[in-house]
């Protein structure tokens, strides 16, 4: 989980995948840039269906793990490497999917509001999650925050 909580972080900033708790802040802003109603819904739509999918992909990538240490647990004829080798790229894959996700979402988003815009939104959301990890912390730690906001219980590595 140490490892992949700077990776998801730093990849999930330009997303803007929290939407809640943020609504009216994130809409006046994105009406700011002149957008329409339905842009803003647009932009929305991405964030969801960008978290949505991420959750998704953070949970296979917790069955995966499970599995690995499963396999790795001693037995009569010992781990089964190639086994291990497939769920390895197994997660590897899930990894693969959750960048690609992340760049689909930052690309539809640069195209709605602009480079300009884009920069300032960015900028906003990157304080919105400093904001949201430091009153986690305060409130139960990182794992409250995690829970909170990716819907993520436990490690993910």
């Known amino acids: 989980m140490k490892r992949l909580i700077p990776v998801v972080f730093a990849l999930l900033i330009p997303v803007a995948i929290f939407a809640q708790g ?3 802040d994130e809409n006046s802003l994105l009406q700011g840039f002149g957008l329409s109603d339905a842009q803003v819904t647009q ?3 991405i964030e969801m269906a960008t978290r949505d999918t991420l959750r998704a992909d953070i949970t296979h990538i917790r069955l995966v793990r499970a ?3 499963e396999a790795l647990l001693p037995s009569a004829s010992g781990p089964d490497a190639k086994a291990i080798d497939a769920l390895i790229e197994m997660k590897g894959q899930f990894r693969i999917d959750i960048d690609k996700q992340i760049m689909s979402a930052r690309l539809q988003l640069l195209k ?3 480079d300009g815009n884009f920069a300032k939104y960015e900028r906003f959301v990157r304080d919105e999650l400093r904001h949201r990890f430091e009153e ?3 409130m139960g730690g990182e794992s409250g925050f995690m829970q909170e ?3 993520m219980q436990g490690d993910a590595r």
Do not use: E, S, Y
């Open 43 to 45: 932009v929305q739509t």
């Open 112 to 114: 709605i509001m602009g």
């Open 22 to 24: 943020r609504k009216t």
């Open 136 to 138: 986690g912390r305060r």
């Open 149 to 151: 906001r990716f819907g």
């Open 67 to 69: 599995q690995i240490a």
